[in-house]
T-cell receptor, first 118, second 117 residues
Framework: AQTVTQSQPEMSVQEAETVTLSCTYD???????LFWYKQPPSRQMILVIR??????QNATENRFSVNFQKAAKSFSLKISDSQLGDAAMYFC???????????????FGKGTLLTVNP | NAGVMQNPRHLVRRRGQEARLRCSPM?????VYWYRQLPEEGLKFMVY????????ESGMPKERFSAEFPKEGPSILRIQQVVRGDSAAYFC???????????????FGPGTRLTVT
């Protein structure tokens, strides 16, 4: 079974600065997808960024980018020019790229609570 | 294009009562997933459904919990004889058909916060 580990329960960053959230995962599969979701105080889960494991290029969405290290099974999220609205719980998630069985589900880490200081 | 809809947003039940949680997927999405989030935890998968079919219920407790996604209408997660340990946030997510691009992405509703007293 796949596992996702987020080793930083809490992180803080100054407004306009850059912060990196860590995520590691364990899998024996060769193809999969990785995601970062944001959960603000409203509790709505918002998809921030996704990465296909077969792509070597790191995904980027505006101020959000990832550092995907497949061999190390590492998938960190970098937030540049942090804004007050970035304050939230961030979850890393894994999904198999194979069909069938339990492969459609997302497996989540326990989350990192990000505080943005003005 | 409306997102995933869940209702009610908050639900209070006494021990022993039944809880019914509803989820309407995004327009054009035919796959529905239910997850549970306990306090201070990440989301845990419960069940995956397509119209009229349960595809994977490996995360669903064997007793008291059931889910359906009928041909017409929303998906329903039903919890019978609720206990205090069922208190949690329940999230529904949907994804497009497999034939469409990015069918691996799941889009979440706002969740239902169930409190059992």
């Amino acid at each position: 079974a796949q596992t996702v580990t987020q080793s930083q329960p809490e992180m803080s960053v100054q407004e306009a600065e850059t912060v990196t959230l860590s995520c590691t995962y364990d899998t024996s599969e060769s193809d999969y997808y990785l995601f970062w979701y944001k959960q603000p105080p409203s509790r709505q889960m918002i998809l921030v960024i996704r990465q296909e494991a077969y792509k070597q290029q790191n995904a980027t969405e505006n101020r959000f980018s990832v550092n995907f290290q497949k061999a190390a099974k590492s998938f960190s999220l970098k937030i540049s020019d942090s804004q007050l609205g970035d304050a939230a719980m961030y979850f890393c998630a894994y999904r198999s790229a194979f069909s069938g069985g339990s492969n459609y589900k997302l497996t989540f880490g326990k989350g990192t609570l990000l505080t943005v200081n003005p | 294009n409306a997102g995933v809809m869940q209702n009610p947003r908050h639900l209070v039940r006494r021990r022993g009562q039944e809880a019914r949680l509803r989820c309407s997927p995004m327009k054009g999405h035919s796959h529905v997933y239910w997850y549970r989030q306990l306090p201070e935890e990440g989301l845990k998968f419960m069940v995956y459904l397509q119209k009229e079919n349960i595809i994977d219920e490996s995360g669903m407790p064997k007793e008291r919990f059931s889910a359906e996604f009928p041909k017409e209408g929303p998906s329903i997660l039903r919890i019978q004889q609720v206990v205090r340990g069922d208190s949690a946030a329940y999230f529904c997510a949907s994804s497009p058909p497999l034939a469409q691009g990015r069918s691996y992405e799941q889009y979440f509703g706002p969740g239902t916060r169930l409190t059992v007293t």
